[in-house]
Protein backbone atom coordinates (compact mmCIF):
# COMPACT_ATOMS: atom_id res chain seq x y z
CA UNK A 1 0.00 0.00 0.00
CA UNK A 2 1.40 3.75 -0.98
CA UNK A 3 2.17 5.45 2.01
CA UNK A 4 0.67 8.66 1.30
CA UNK A 5 2.43 10.39 3.81
CA UNK A 6 5.91 9.63 3.10
CA UNK A 7 8.51 11.55 4.70
CA UNK A 8 9.98 13.35 1.57
CA UNK A 9 6.55 14.41 0.14
CA UNK A 10 5.44 15.63 3.87
CA UNK A 11 8.69 17.70 3.97
CA UNK A 12 8.52 18.99 0.35
CA UNK A 13 5.21 20.00 0.76
CA UNK A 14 6.15 21.86 4.08
CA UNK A 15 9.14 23.72 2.53
CA UNK A 16 6.83 24.62 -0.29
CA UNK A 17 4.22 25.66 1.97
CA UNK A 18 6.62 27.65 4.02
CA UNK A 19 7.84 29.51 0.85
CA UNK A 20 4.44 30.50 0.17
CA UNK A 21 3.38 31.62 3.53
CA UNK A 22 4.65 35.46 3.29
CA UNK A 23 2.27 35.61 0.37
CA UNK A 24 -0.82 34.16 1.79
CA UNK A 25 0.11 36.97 4.52
CA UNK A 26 -0.07 39.63 1.84
CA UNK A 27 -2.94 38.25 0.09
CA UNK A 28 -4.86 38.01 3.35
CA UNK A 29 -4.00 41.49 4.53
CA UNK A 30 -5.40 42.67 1.32
CA UNK A 31 -8.84 41.48 1.86
CA UNK A 32 -9.01 41.86 5.21
CA UNK A 33 -7.32 44.75 6.04
CA UNK A 34 -6.48 44.00 9.56
CA UNK A 35 -2.50 42.17 10.00
CA UNK A 36 -3.89 40.37 13.17
CA UNK A 37 -7.08 39.19 11.69
CA UNK A 38 -5.13 38.50 8.52
CA UNK A 39 -2.23 36.48 10.25
CA UNK A 40 -5.18 34.75 11.86
CA UNK A 41 -6.78 33.87 8.39
CA UNK A 42 -3.34 32.37 7.25
CA UNK A 43 -2.84 30.04 10.11
CA UNK A 44 -6.90 28.80 9.56
CA UNK A 45 -5.46 28.30 6.11
CA UNK A 46 -2.00 26.40 7.38
CA UNK A 47 -4.35 23.96 9.22
CA UNK A 48 -6.76 23.14 6.43
CA UNK A 49 -3.94 23.08 3.79
CA UNK A 50 -1.98 20.83 6.00
CA UNK A 51 -5.20 18.66 6.56
CA UNK A 52 -5.71 18.33 2.61
CA UNK A 53 -2.22 18.18 1.70
CA UNK A 54 -2.82 14.74 -0.03
CA UNK A 55 -4.84 16.60 -2.58
CA UNK A 56 -2.04 19.20 -3.55
CA UNK A 57 -0.58 17.53 -7.05
CA UNK A 58 3.21 18.31 -6.70
CA UNK A 59 4.85 19.78 -9.43
CA UNK A 60 1.54 22.35 -9.52
CA UNK A 61 1.34 25.76 -7.81
CA UNK A 62 1.33 25.49 -3.94
CA UNK A 63 0.94 29.40 -4.42
CA UNK A 64 -2.24 29.41 -6.14
CA UNK A 65 -3.75 26.28 -4.25
CA UNK A 66 -3.26 27.78 -0.91
CA UNK A 67 -4.81 30.96 -2.48
CA UNK A 68 -7.88 28.82 -2.89
CA UNK A 69 -7.60 27.49 0.56
CA UNK A 70 -6.88 30.98 2.34
CA UNK A 71 -9.93 33.10 0.12
CA UNK A 72 -12.82 30.17 0.90
CA UNK A 73 -11.85 30.70 4.47
CA UNK A 74 -12.09 34.32 4.47
CA UNK A 75 -15.57 33.89 2.79
CA UNK A 76 -16.12 31.88 5.61
CA UNK A 77 -15.23 33.71 7.96
CA UNK A 78 -16.72 37.03 6.85
CA UNK A 79 -19.81 35.24 6.44
CA UNK A 80 -19.70 35.03 10.55
CA UNK A 81 -19.11 38.35 10.71
CA UNK A 82 -15.85 37.37 12.28
CA UNK A 83 -14.23 40.39 10.86
CA UNK A 84 -17.32 42.81 11.04
CA UNK A 85 -17.54 43.75 14.80
CA UNK A 86 -14.15 44.66 15.61
CA UNK A 87 -13.23 46.62 11.98
CA UNK A 88 -14.36 49.79 12.46
CA UNK A 89 -12.05 51.37 15.15
CA UNK A 90 -9.39 49.37 15.07
CA UNK A 91 -8.78 49.54 11.06
CA UNK A 92 -9.48 53.32 11.40
CA UNK A 93 -6.44 53.68 13.49
CA UNK A 94 -4.46 50.99 12.03
CA UNK A 95 -4.81 51.27 8.68
CA UNK A 96 -7.44 54.04 7.78
CA UNK A 97 -4.96 56.94 8.94
CA UNK A 98 -3.56 59.23 6.16
CA UNK A 99 -1.70 62.87 6.30
CA UNK A 100 -5.05 64.68 5.15
CA UNK A 101 -4.59 66.70 1.96
CA UNK A 102 -1.49 65.30 0.83
CA UNK A 103 0.36 65.77 -2.68
CA UNK A 104 2.76 63.99 -4.31
CA UNK A 105 3.18 60.45 -3.66
CA UNK A 106 0.68 57.83 -3.33
CA UNK A 107 1.31 56.43 0.40
CA UNK A 108 0.52 52.70 0.94
CA UNK A 109 -2.04 53.45 3.54
CA UNK A 110 -4.02 55.35 0.94
CA UNK A 111 -3.55 52.63 -1.55
CA UNK A 112 -4.85 50.00 1.36
CA UNK A 113 -7.98 51.89 2.28
CA UNK A 114 -8.71 52.53 -1.19
CA UNK A 115 -8.39 48.94 -2.00
CA UNK A 116 -10.65 48.21 1.20
CA UNK A 117 -13.48 50.07 -0.05
CA UNK A 118 -13.80 47.74 -3.23
CA UNK A 119 -16.46 45.31 -3.72
CA UNK A 120 -14.37 41.95 -2.11
CA UNK A 121 -14.95 40.22 -5.51
CA UNK A 122 -13.27 43.25 -7.10
CA UNK A 123 -10.74 43.57 -4.77
CA UNK A 124 -9.26 40.15 -4.93
CA UNK A 125 -9.35 40.02 -8.67
CA UNK A 126 -7.11 43.37 -8.43
CA UNK A 127 -4.80 41.61 -5.55
CA UNK A 128 -4.46 38.66 -7.82
CA UNK A 129 -3.95 39.99 -10.86
CA UNK A 130 -2.47 43.33 -9.96
CA UNK A 131 -0.82 42.67 -6.68
CA UNK A 132 -0.03 38.93 -6.54
CA UNK A 133 1.04 38.81 -10.28
CA UNK A 134 -1.25 35.59 -11.51
CA UNK A 135 -2.69 35.85 -14.96
CA UNK A 136 -5.85 36.41 -15.68
CA UNK A 137 -6.24 32.27 -16.33
CA UNK A 138 -4.85 31.90 -12.77
CA UNK A 139 -7.18 34.09 -11.19
CA UNK A 140 -10.22 32.72 -13.25
CA UNK A 141 -9.24 29.48 -11.42
CA UNK A 142 -8.50 30.79 -7.94
CA UNK A 143 -12.11 32.70 -8.02
CA UNK A 144 -13.77 29.84 -9.49
CA UNK A 145 -15.39 31.60 -12.59
CA UNK A 146 -14.62 32.91 -15.94
CA UNK A 147 -11.88 34.93 -17.47
CA UNK A 148 -13.56 37.21 -18.64
CA UNK A 149 -15.27 37.93 -15.12
CA UNK A 150 -11.90 38.42 -13.75
CA UNK A 151 -10.95 40.99 -16.50
CA UNK A 152 -14.01 42.40 -16.08
CA UNK A 153 -13.33 42.79 -12.22
CA UNK A 154 -9.82 43.84 -12.54
CA UNK A 155 -10.96 46.64 -14.92
CA UNK A 156 -13.66 47.82 -12.92
CA UNK A 157 -11.01 47.62 -9.81
CA UNK A 158 -8.94 49.70 -11.77
CA UNK A 159 -11.44 52.65 -12.48
CA UNK A 160 -12.58 52.49 -9.57
CA UNK A 161 -9.10 52.83 -7.93
CA UNK A 162 -7.82 55.44 -10.80
CA UNK A 163 -10.46 57.63 -9.79
CA UNK A 164 -10.13 57.98 -6.60
CA UNK A 165 -6.62 58.27 -6.47
CA UNK A 166 -6.86 60.86 -9.12
CA UNK A 167 -9.79 62.76 -7.92
CA UNK A 168 -8.59 62.69 -4.24
CA UNK A 169 -12.03 61.21 -2.79
CA UNK A 170 -9.60 58.64 -1.15
CA UNK A 171 -11.56 57.85 1.26
CA UNK A 172 -9.95 59.11 5.28
CA UNK A 173 -12.32 58.73 8.14
CA UNK A 174 -13.86 55.14 9.33
CA UNK A 175 -17.50 56.62 9.46
CA UNK A 176 -17.02 56.42 5.51
CA UNK A 177 -15.82 53.16 5.25
CA UNK A 178 -17.95 51.79 7.34
CA UNK A 179 -20.74 52.76 5.15
CA UNK A 180 -18.59 51.42 2.68
CA UNK A 181 -18.17 48.20 4.82
CA UNK A 182 -22.15 47.65 5.09
CA UNK A 183 -22.04 47.87 1.46
CA UNK A 184 -19.25 44.94 0.78
CA UNK A 185 -20.97 43.01 3.43
CA UNK A 186 -24.48 42.83 1.47
CA UNK A 187 -22.53 41.81 -1.45
CA UNK A 188 -20.13 39.76 -0.21
CA UNK A 189 -23.65 37.82 1.35
CA UNK A 190 -24.97 37.27 -2.14
CA UNK A 191 -22.05 36.49 -3.28
CA UNK A 192 -21.45 33.48 -0.65
CA UNK A 193 -25.10 32.80 -0.93
CA UNK A 194 -24.88 32.10 -4.28
CA UNK A 195 -21.81 29.56 -4.19
CA UNK A 196 -22.61 27.52 -1.17
CA UNK A 197 -19.63 25.40 -1.22
CA UNK A 198 -16.16 26.10 -0.71
CA UNK A 199 -14.21 24.46 -3.28
CA UNK A 200 -10.41 23.88 -2.56
CA UNK A 201 -9.45 22.53 -5.98
CA UNK B 1 12.31 34.61 -6.24
CA UNK B 2 11.66 33.76 -9.93
CA UNK B 3 8.50 34.26 -10.06
CA UNK B 4 9.06 37.74 -8.47
CA UNK B 5 9.92 39.21 -11.66
CA UNK B 6 7.14 37.79 -13.62
CA UNK B 7 5.03 39.32 -10.81
CA UNK B 8 6.93 42.79 -11.64
CA UNK B 9 6.38 42.57 -15.36
CA UNK B 10 2.76 41.64 -14.99
CA UNK B 11 2.56 44.66 -12.63
CA UNK B 12 3.77 46.62 -15.21
CA UNK B 13 1.64 45.59 -17.93
CA UNK B 14 -1.48 46.50 -15.04
CA UNK B 15 -1.24 49.67 -16.13
CA UNK B 16 -4.26 49.04 -18.72
CA UNK B 17 -4.26 49.54 -22.24
CA UNK B 18 -2.58 51.81 -24.63
CA UNK B 19 0.17 52.99 -21.94
CA UNK B 20 3.82 52.10 -21.80
CA UNK B 21 3.94 52.41 -18.24
CA UNK B 22 1.29 52.05 -15.88
CA UNK B 23 -0.29 54.88 -13.56
CA UNK B 24 1.82 55.50 -10.41
CA UNK B 25 -1.02 53.83 -8.26
CA UNK B 26 -0.91 50.36 -9.90
CA UNK B 27 2.67 50.04 -9.08
CA UNK B 28 1.48 51.26 -5.46
CA UNK B 29 -0.26 48.01 -5.57
CA UNK B 30 2.27 45.76 -6.28
CA UNK B 31 4.43 47.78 -3.59
CA UNK B 32 1.88 46.83 -1.16
CA UNK B 33 1.93 43.40 -1.78
CA UNK B 34 5.04 43.29 -1.56
CA UNK B 35 5.76 44.93 1.66
CA UNK B 36 4.16 42.45 3.17
CA UNK B 37 5.59 39.83 1.18
CA UNK B 38 8.91 41.37 2.43
CA UNK B 39 8.07 40.88 5.86
CA UNK B 40 10.39 38.37 8.60
CA UNK B 41 7.93 35.47 9.20
CA UNK B 42 6.56 35.53 12.55
CA UNK B 43 8.00 32.87 14.38
CA UNK B 44 3.88 31.39 15.09
CA UNK B 45 3.81 30.21 11.65
CA UNK B 46 7.10 27.77 10.85
CA UNK B 47 6.31 26.81 15.09
CA UNK B 48 2.55 25.69 13.92
CA UNK B 49 3.91 23.55 11.02
CA UNK B 50 6.40 22.28 13.06
CA UNK B 51 4.01 21.20 15.83
CA UNK B 52 1.55 20.08 12.75
CA UNK B 53 4.99 17.88 11.18
CA UNK B 54 5.41 16.38 14.52
CA UNK B 55 1.42 15.62 14.70
CA UNK B 56 1.43 13.68 11.98
CA UNK B 57 4.61 11.33 12.61
CA UNK B 58 3.84 10.96 16.19
Not at chain 1, 59 to 67: D, E
Not at chain 1, 73 to 83: S, V
Not at chain 2, 1 to 13: S, V
Not at chain 2, 30 to 40: M, T
Request: charged content about 30%.
Amino acid sequence: MADVHAPSATADFKRELIAVLPHLRAFARGLCGRPDLADDLVQETMLKAWAAQDRFEPGTSMRAWTFVILRNAYLTDMRRNRFRADYDETVAERILTAPAGQEGPIHLSDMHRALLTLPPERREALLLVGAGGFSYEEAAQICGCAVGTIKSRVGRARAALGAMIEDGTIPRRSSRDAVAHDAIMDELDETVASRPHGRSA
Amino acid sequence: MADKKAMQALARKAGGPGKAKGPDWAQGLRQLYDSVVDEPLPENFTRLLDELDKGDNG
